[in-house]
Nanobody, 120 residues
Framework: QVQLVESGGGLVQAGGSLRLSCAASGTILSINAMGWYRQAPGNQRELVATITGGGSTNYADSVKGRFTISRDNAKNTVYLQMNSLKPEDTAVYYC??????????????WGQGTQVTVSS
């Protein structure tokens, strides 16, 4: 079994910062890409940022220059540093990881989500 556990969400004023963390645990051989997605009420889930096993990153246009994704492969953890937060960043943020396990195909796993609320 594999679990992704997120932490770091909360309430912050516009212009503030938050740092999200997501740790993967369980029977893991290796982790390929990891990423963060978000879903606001009434909206579809959307990509925020991804990072490959080699460290290449990709960001949604709406967060470029404000958010930074990083990972610690020794800890199976991905981070999202969010600066200059705006009310429109308010959403539930989900961690995603493409994980290689023993004797089975690689597959995506999701965290349970963490709420980020930015007040104006």
């Amino acid at each position: 079994q594999v679990q992704l556990v997120e932490s770091g969400g909360g309430l912050v004023q516009a212009g503030g910062s938050l740092r999200l963390s997501c740790a993967a645990s369980g029977t893991i051989l290796s982790i390929n890409a990891m990423g963060w997605y978000r879903q606001a009420p009434g909206n579809q889930r959307e990509l925020v940022a991804t990072i490959t096993g080699g460290g290449s990153t990709n960001y949604a246009d709406s967060v470029k220059g404000r958010f930074t994704i990083s990972r610690d492969n020794a800890k199976n953890t991905v981070y999202l540093q969010m600066n200059s937060l705006k009310p429109e960043d308010t959403a539930v943020y989900y961690c995603n990881a493409n994980i290689r396990r023993y004797y089975t195909n690689d597959r995506d796993f999701w965290g349970q989500g963490t709420q980020v609320t930015v007040s104006s």
